[in-house]
């Protein structure tokens, strides 16, 4: 009776120690797969974290390049996004001294405090001035909006803009640069950036201008500032 039922403790073992083979083999492939897929997705957060450099740092270049930009205007004179001082080579009037660069920001609230202005002295002949002035105004932003939209676009270098000392500015081409610079798959060759757009936007979330609120103001350094992106009514 024992003889019999030796045979089959014997498989019994046999299957145990097949299945502890396949358990380890299938568990040796499993920490391989593991392996292999924490490898990629190291790669793939570190492809991008330099994409998000790239792109960073081509925003930067493109924001810029923009705040350079000038434009001349018959009524407003030089025009910018930001005001630049009376420093500019290209902006010299007809004795020889350079003229400011106003920003635009501070154009509309200029244009702004005459409206205000005129209110509380109920003078007709200011508000019809500072009526003509805001509409000369919103024409100019407009302007300036299509001189910096042509500036971002892939034929940017066929398109004049300049600073303030009549240098040419290509917005495009240095985007471009500052993401091949920061891209190493680029920057040695082996991959081919193949085309770039870029566009401009807002903040969503709301900012401030540099430009006093006479409103709000309070003749400190804690003055308030006119809010970016909002259309506040003058009257």
């Not at 790669?43 to 493109?62: G, H, I, Y």
Request: net charge neutral; with cysteine.
């Amino acid at each position: 009776m024992f003889c019999q039922n030796l045979p089959v403790r014997r498989r019994a073992r046999n299957n145990r120690g097949s299945i502890l083979v396949i358990c380890l083999v299938g568990l040796g492939l499993i920490c391989s797969i593991l392996l292999m897929l924490s490898g990629q997705l190291q790669n793939f957060m570190l492809q991008r974290q330099r994409t998000e450099t790239a792109a960073q740092a081509a925003v930067l270049s493109v924001a810029g390049d923009l705040s350079r930009i000038v434009v001349k205007d018959s009524d407003w004179g030089y025009i910018a996004l930001c005001d630049h001082p009376a420093a500019g080579k290209a902006t010299r009037a007809g004795d020889g001294e350079s003229l400011p660069v106003t920003g635009i920001n501070s154009v509309l609230g200029t244009v702004r405090f005459e409206k205000l202005l005129a209110g509380q002295l109920q003078n007709d002949e200011l508000k019809n001035i500072a009526d003509d002035d805001a509409v000369k105004a919103t024409a100019l932003s407009g302007r300036l909006q299509q001189v910096l939209d042509g500036a971002v676009g892939a034929n940017s270098k066929d398109r004049s803009v300049t600073d303030m000392n009549g240098e040419k500015i290509s917005v495009y081409e240095h985007a471009m640069q500052q993401i091949i610079r920061n891209t190493p798959e680029l920057a040695n060759g082996s991959a081919q950036l193949v085309d770039l757009k870029i566009k401009l936007g807002w903040l969503s979330d709301g900012s401030s201008t540099m430009t006093l609120d006479p409103e709000r103001y309070n003749g400190t350094s804690t003055g308030k500032y006119y809010p970016a992106f909002v259309n506040v009514p003058a009257d």
